[in-house]
Nanobody, 119 residues
Framework: QVQLVESGGGLVQAGGSLRLSCAAS????????MAWYRQAPGNQRDLVARIASGGGTNYADSAKGRFTISRDNAKNTVYLQMNSLKPEDTAVYYC?????????????WGQGTQVTVSS
């Protein structure tokens, strides 16, 4: 079994910063792409940022220039540094990872961490 455990969410004022972390543990051979998604009430779950095992990244337009995704492959951990936060960034943020277990890979999700940005 594999678990993704997120941390770092909370309440912050507009213009502030937060850093989210997500650590993968369990029966892991290797971790491919890792990503952060978010879901606000009444909305669908949307991609925020994605990082490949080699470090290549892509971002949603709303995150470009403010958010930075990074990873520590030795720790199977992905981070999301969020700066210049806006009230519209308020959502539950979910970690996602494509994890190799032997010859196959499976997609896993974390439990979500709440980010609330006050105006």
């Amino acid at each position: 079994q594999v678990q993704l455990v997120e941390s770092g969410g909370g309440l912050v004022q507009a213009g502030g910063s937060l850093r989210l972390s997500c650590a993968a543990s369990g029966s892991i051979f290797s971790v491919n792409t890792m990503a952060w998604y978010r879901q606000a009430p009444g909305n669908q779950r949307d991609l925020v940022a994605r990082i490949a095992s080699g470090g290549g990244t892509n971002y949603a337009d709303s995150a470009k220039g403010r958010f930075t995704i990074s990873r520590d492959n030795a720790k199977n951990t992905v981070y999301l540094q969020m700066n210049s936060l806006k009230p519209e960034d308020t959502a539950v943020y979910y970690c996602n990872a494509d994890i190799m277990q032997g010859v196959w890979s499976s997609e896993y999700w974390g439990q979500g961490t709440q980010v609330t940005v006050s105006s």
